[in-house]
Every structure is written in structure tokens, then in C-alpha cells.
């Protein structure tokens, strides 16, 4: 486990796919292994200027952000990812690699990477990712559709989420770098538990 440094980021956007639509915040949070336990570290935001022809309607109602705000106010996607990418490195613990997390991970990992790859930067997670809810399938036993982080904040005794925050994305960030810890402790205690 101590190979990974392990980043959940949640982004918000104004529609389905990338280059269509855009990245318009990110939140990061990591996680990594110190003296034999898991410990979540800062938490990382950034606004995104937008660019994309396509703008929905409901995307931007879910994320709550201004559009007009985001075009005086929002980083240019370069400068975003160059932020990005001095957090990453700064937290990452020396020996191990940043892993990509996301709480449905293909969603927000496809707009980090078509990021990175459209500004020609280097990806520092790489093409992977790990999702906490295909992980939590393996590691509860659950269906997928009973992965949602209501369920798994019963089942993994985690705070309950601020209503009035989810959607942003550091918190939604800090609030997957819980489930992750629940997931990865429920995990090692069955290890340990030889099952």
C-alpha cells in the first residue's frame, strides 16, 4: 500500500464529456501511508476559465459556480495544471507514485486527462485511476448501484456530508479522501483478519 500516494480529486464541469464542455473547478486531497496508518493531507482548489462551445444549463446548476465570474476570473487551463502539478509533486511521499482517485473515476479523469493532454503537459498521474466505488464493490461486496456515498457513509461510519458544500470540488475531494480511508482500512482489517 505504501506504493502510492493516492490523489482524490473531484472535478465540476459544464456538461457530459470533455473538449465539448469544460473542467471549471478541481479539488484534490491526498492520501498516504504514515507510521502504518492512512493520513489525508491539504486540500487543493482551483477555478478554470472556460473555453469549450458547449455550455449545459444543468451542469452549471449543479456546481453552483458563475460562468461569467469563471471567464473574468478563472486560472487558464495551463496555469491551473501548473498549480496542480506543484501540489501533486509537493505531497507526493518520496518513494511512492501519485495514484489518481475518483469516487466514479472515469467521469473526472477523462476531463484531467484531455487537460493535460490539449495544454501538451505531462499527466503525472499517468492513464490510470483507481474508483472507490468499483473498490468498494470488491472490498463490501456491493452491487454498483449501491456504491453512492450515502451507502458507503453508513457502511464505513464516515461523517456525514455538509449539504450546503457538496458539488464543490475540494470539499467532494476531502469527503472521497474518506471514503478511501474507510475503504483501505475495512480492506486491511479483513487481511489482517485472514479473510
Known sequence: MARATWFCVDIECSGTVPALYDMVSLGAVPVAEQSGDLVMGPTFYVEIRPTAPRVDARAMKVNGLDLERLRREGLALDAALTRLDAFVAEHTTPGTQPVFVGHNAVFDWSFVAYAYA???????????ALDTKALAMGVLGLHWFDT???????????PDQDASLVHRADYDAMYQAHILVGLLRHQARRFAEGG
Open 148 to 158: 453512492n456515498k450515502e451507502q458507503l457513509a453508513s457502511m464505513l461510519s464516515l
Open 118 to 128: 490539449v495544454t501538451g503537459r505531462k499527466n503525472p498521474f499517468g492513464y490510470k
